[in-house]
């Protein structure tokens, strides 16, 4: 790596904290500085000295067309010309609301917000709003966004007990967090008995993406959505990632099971900043000026990041979903097989995860839980992902996070990627 990027970083450290704007960026732990990127087309990104890479980051989600997709492109352009924020009533929104909630059969009203964190801060809310309960259970490796409330690990009293994982959260708000282990049934029963009455609802990613795939079982789902409705407590699907990925209707239409409330962000913005909550039209009208849950935004349903993210939806249908699946199947094959090989076998510990458009490489089959997944993942990682980097593949960097492809891997790049491995095809 050349002076011009360690030099950015020198600099971007004396004007930003560790020199990133958000710490999933910093290379931490790695033995490189972070590249700084210039531009972005199709499948790749290009870093400031032109070195051009297969782009698996891909904005950790929202391009699922891929970068400059030229529909979209054309829809943005056509935005900034009729001006791009108003704080005000426009159409736009309407047209993206109406889309996503035809596609939602779960869902009757939408409210967009700017980030899948504060869908979820919104969700929280509506949720005590809507059941006048204060506590919510999350589950250990599931990440819905640095809410307060979220960051959050176990503690070491009764079970579903919590303490803040940040600094900065205060204790109170940490004692509103019951935390459990995914897959934790009995925990959660207990969780019930011990809390009766005070929980509003359980949050979780229903496929959770942040910390490594770990592809939860349909029955567990279901018991969920089974214990918080004898509970009269709510479901909230946290689809942020997984939304009009995996399907349309994220995992909800995936599994058939339908949660009270959903978060989603990334892909129904195009890769503007956007995110929303979506729920019955009696949940969604506790929320002001309606109801008495206060929630606003000046720059929320942002006229540019609704016709991003309609002009990118428009372009996905039941077949493109087959297509980057298959997409995925052909680059993870490759990758697989390399690390079988590669240098004796450096690699070879690991296998790929993976569930539709989505992939993690990690040692281990069926993580479910954050318990299943090996201690010295980022060690192996951390040396695999600056060897795809040298060779022009960027991975995100850091172990616990997913790939995501896009519909611009297409089969011109997947021979691009088996050349960089040196592979035959
Ligand atoms: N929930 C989930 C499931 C997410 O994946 C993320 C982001 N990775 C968030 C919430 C937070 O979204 P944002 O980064 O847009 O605030």
């Known amino acids: 790596m050349s002076n011009i990027q360690s030099d950015l970083f020198s600099k971007s450290k004396t004007l930003v904290p560790g020199g990133v704007h958000s710490?999933?960026?910093?290379?931490?732990?790695?033995?490189?500085?972070?590249?700084?990127?210039?531009?972005?087309?199709?499948?790749?990104?290009?870093?400031?000295?032109?070195?051009?890479?297969?782009?698996?980051?891909?904005?950790?989600?929202?391009?699922?067309?891929?970068?400059?997709?030229?529909k979209v492109e054309k829809a943005l352009h056509e935005g900034l010309e009729r001006g791009w924020s108003y704080g005000a009533c426009e159409p736009y929104s309407l047209e993206l609301a109406e889309f996503l909630l035809s596609k939602l059969p779960h869902v009757e009203q939408l409210r967009f917000?700017?980030?899948?964190?504060?869908?979820?801060?919104?969700?929280?809310?509506?949720?005590?709003?809507?059941?006048?309960?204060n506590k919510i259970?999350?589950?250990?490796?599931?990440?819905?966004?640095?809410?307060d409330s979220m960051l959050i690990k176990a503690g070491s009293g009764l079970a579903g007990e919590a303490e803040a994982s940040s600094a900065g959260v205060p204790e109170g708000v940490a004692h509103d967090t019951l935390i459990l282990e995914l897959g934790d049934t009995e925990g959660l029963k207990q969780c019930f008995i011990d809390h009766k009455d005070?929980?509003?609802?359980?949050?979780?990613?229903?496929?959770p993406a942040n910390n490594g795939l770990m592809v939860q079982p349909k029955e567990f789902l279901q018991f969920l959505r089974d214990i918080t409705t004898a509970n009269k407590a709510?479901?909230?699907?946290?689809?942020?990632?997984?939304?009009?990925?995996?399907?349309?209707?994220?995992?909800?239409?995936?599994?058939?099971?339908?949660?009270?409330?959903?978060?989603?962000?990334?892909?129904?913005?195009?890769?503007?900043?956007?995110?929303?909550?979506?729920?019955?039209k009696f949940i969604m009208e506790h929320l002001a000026p309606i109801g008495k849950v206060y929630q606003a935004g000046t720059l929320s349903a942002n006229p540019l990041a609704m016709v991003g993210g309609l002009s990118t939806l428009k372009e996905m249908t039941p077949e493109s979903y087959k297509k980057i699946e298959e997409q995925t199947k052909k680059i993870t094959t490759l990758l697989a097989n390399w690390m079988k090989t590669y240098n004796n076998g450096q690699f070879n510990m690991f296998q790929i995860t993976?569930?539709?458009?989505?992939?993690?490489?990690?040692?281990?089959?069926?993580?479910?839980?954050?318990?299943?997944?090996?201690?010295?993942l980022t060690e192996n990682f951390n040396k695999l992902f600056e060897v795809l980097l040298d060779r022009g593949i960027y991975l995100a960097p850091n172990a616990y996070e997913v790939g995501f492809v896009s519909l611009a891997h297409d089969d011109t790049v997947v021979a691009d990627i088996a050349k960089r491995l040196d592979i035959k095809l």
């Open 234 to 280: 709510l479901l909230i699907f946290d689809e942020v990632i997984s939304g009009f990925r995996v399907a349309f209707g994220g995992m909800a239409e995936v599994t058939g099971i339908k949660p009270d409330i959903v978060t989603l962000g990334k892909i129904i913005g195009g890769g503007l900043p956007v995110g929303a909550i979506g729920a019955s």
């Open 113 to 133: 917000v700017n980030s899948g964190t504060e869908a979820v801060m919104t969700a929280l809310r509506l949720a005590r709003g809507v059941t006048g309960r």
């Open 23 to 70: 710490p999933v960026r910093s290379f931490k732990g790695l033995h490189t500085t972070p590249r700084f990127f210039k531009r972005a087309e199709g499948a790749y990104i290009y870093d400031v000295e032109d070195k051009k890479y297969v782009d698996f980051c891909m904005s950790f989600g929202p391009l699922i067309l891929g970068h400059r997709h030229p």
């Open 137 to 147: 259970i999350k589950f250990n490796g599931c990440y819905h966004g640095h809410v």
């Open 354 to 376: 993976t569930y539709s458009s989505l992939f993690w490489i990690v040692p281990k089959e069926n993580v479910t839980k954050i318990a299943d997944i090996p201690a010295n």
């Open 198 to 207: 005070q929980i509003a609802a359980i949050i979780i990613e229903p496929l």
